[in-house]
């Protein structure tokens, strides 16, 4: 989904969902199968790319090009039905190390994130970062027509939309949205080619952050490192070399009545395997983190905050345990390998310093865990924790409210996270690296009284069920038609 490793807005790499076989075979006979995602962006784009009988390109690698159908890499999906078409860019080796290890998650990923400290700027990167761009603006160019609406989804193209609008008719609108922050001026002047990223950026004719401060902190950065730009902050527009690019803040939901439905089914309901599997006592009070392994997801700061809960209350120890589901990302990046072996052994010690022979405070996993096993969980736990130090949006803890269908858990949630400026106020608020408060609103969602827990989620679920995840295709669908129509009128608003 989206940022996640994987996928890309690929085809079959999706871990979550169930295999189907489908009609399509190879030319030597052997079944292709499509995995279907049942959440997140990569099935919420499916429908649309169907419905418009598009093109949906994206990075494959070679193994998958059994299915290849013409010399230009591109696949009829689904196999047999032809609903749209996949052109697969294919990366060497090399662009990948480069483009995606390197300028995306070695320089982007960290300065959107404020880690300036974790930026590696090396030879290369961002040579390769502007020809893979090039490579899917070119892909991009041979398919659109003055019709077309072109979406881009991420960081890893920031040059490309300049390229697609100097390559494609201007009645082509072309649209992006960026998945993660956006810095304030004074972290973005570390960034390399900054003033590069920033024109191509604005050849979109729509640029989409999740809420209203990164917005913000994107016409800042324009005005400071972009001077020619005409920045009018009242209509969030940008005019830069004859392009005028609408800037929104679009928070993103999750598919929640699917969450909702997978958790009221009972295969979801019944996690009593992985309870068995960790010797986890059904009747403990559950809490529960759920992430990437990656440092902006402030893991260790939620184990000192778990660690912190058990110093100053005895009285559950043995009675409250902690599961946290980290699934390893980005690992080819050594920062990455680091964050991992550091949670691991803070895992140990916490569980050596408070374990008994019958109780481990950490359940700790880096298993990928399937939809009906997360649902499961989700719907189990009593306290969710989402304790990102920064996370441009953060759908775990929409996910968490989706399932919660019993309406008696509890949501503890950053203010890093965008997710706090819709979901905040009715959350217990954590700043992650304040250890003792944290650990207090710990304490205090484990002994919330019912009628509060429930009173909270509820509310919550409503926000959550609002703007879910079709409301976030139809609102950035409506600004992309609108942005469309504005352009053929010549830009009035
Ligand atoms: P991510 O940084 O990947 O996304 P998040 O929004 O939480 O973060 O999405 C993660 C997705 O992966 C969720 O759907 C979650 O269920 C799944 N996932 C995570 N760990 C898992 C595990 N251990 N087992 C199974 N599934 C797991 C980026 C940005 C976010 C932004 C999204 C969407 O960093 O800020 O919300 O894109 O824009």
């Known amino acids: 989904e989206s940022t996640d490793d994987s996928s890309a807005g690929s085809d079959a790499d999706s871990s979550d969902g169930g295999a189907e076989d489908s009609d399509g075979r190879t030319d030597d006979g052997r079944a292709i199968t499509v995995d279907e995602p049942t959440g997140g962006l990569t099935a919420g784009l499916d429908p649309i790319v169907q419905e418009s009988d598009g093109t949906w390109i994206a990075w494959g690698d070679g193994e998958a090009d059994f299915a290849v159908t013409d010399d230009r890499n591109r696949v009829a999906v689904p196999p047999g039905e032809d609903a749209y078409t996949l052109r697969r860019i294919d990366l060497s080796e090399e662009a990948v190390e480069s483009y995606y290890y390197g300028f995306s998650n070695r320089v982007l990923w960290p300065l959107c994130h404020g880690f300036t400290d974790l930026v590696e700027n090396r030879s290369n990167d961002f040579e390769w970062y502007r020809t893979v761009n090039e490579r899917f603006a070119d892909a991009v160019a041979e398919n659109a027509t003055a019709d077309s609406t072109v979406w881009l989804q991420d960081y890893h193209f920031a040059l490309a939309p300049r390229m697609i609008r100097d390559s494609v008719p201007q009645s082509t609108t072309v649209a992006q949205f960026w998945h993660i922050p956006w810095p304030t001026p004074g972290t973005f002047q570390h960034c390399p080619a900054g003033r590069a990223l920033l024109e191509g950026l604005l050849g979109n004719d729509l640029l989409g952050f999740h809420v209203d401060r990164y917005v913000d902190r994107f016409l800042d950065c324009v005005r400071q490192y972009l001077p020619a730009a005409q920045v009018d902050r009242e209509r969030r527009t940008v005019t830069y070399e004859g392009t005028t690019t609408r800037i929104v803040a679009t928070p993103m939901g999750v598919n929640a009545g699917t969450y909702d439905e997978d958790a009221r089914d009972r295969s979801s309901a019944d996690v009593s395997s992985l309870f068995d599997r960790y010797e986890i006592d059904p009747e403990n009070v559950i809490g529960l983190g759920v992430d990437r392994l990656d440092y902006s997801k402030g893991i260790p ?26 699934t390893p990302s980005r690992t080819e990046i050594e920062t990455y390998q680091r964050h991992g072996d550091l949670v691991r052994s803070e895992v140990e010690r916490i569980n050596s310093r408070f374990g008994t022979d019958d109780w481990q405070p950490i359940v700790y996993t880096e298993d990928y865990l399937s939809n009906a096993t997360l649902c499961g969980l989700y719907r189990r736990a009593d306290v969710m924790v989402v304790s990102p130090l920064v996370d441009g949006m953060n759908l775990v803890a929409q996910e968490y409210v989706a399932a919660s269908v019993d309406g008696d858990g509890s949501l503890l949630l950053s203010e890093g996270t965008g997710a706090h400026e819709t979901l905040g106020s009715h959350a217990l608020t954590i700043d992650p690296i304040d250890t003792d408060d944290f650990a207090a609103q710990l304490e205090a969602a484990v002994s919330m009284p019912a009628h509060e827990r429930q009173s909270r989620m509820n509310t919550l679920r409503n926000r959550v069920f609002d703007r879910d995840l079709e409301w976030w295709m139809k609102t950035q669908f409506d600004w992309i038609r609108r942005v469309h129509t504005d352009g053929r009128r010549g830009g009035s608003d």
């Open 301 to 326: 700061e939620r184990l000192a905050a778990v660690e912190r809960f058990l110093e100053c209350n005895p009285d559950w120890h043995g009675e409250f345990t902690f599961i946290q589901s980290a």
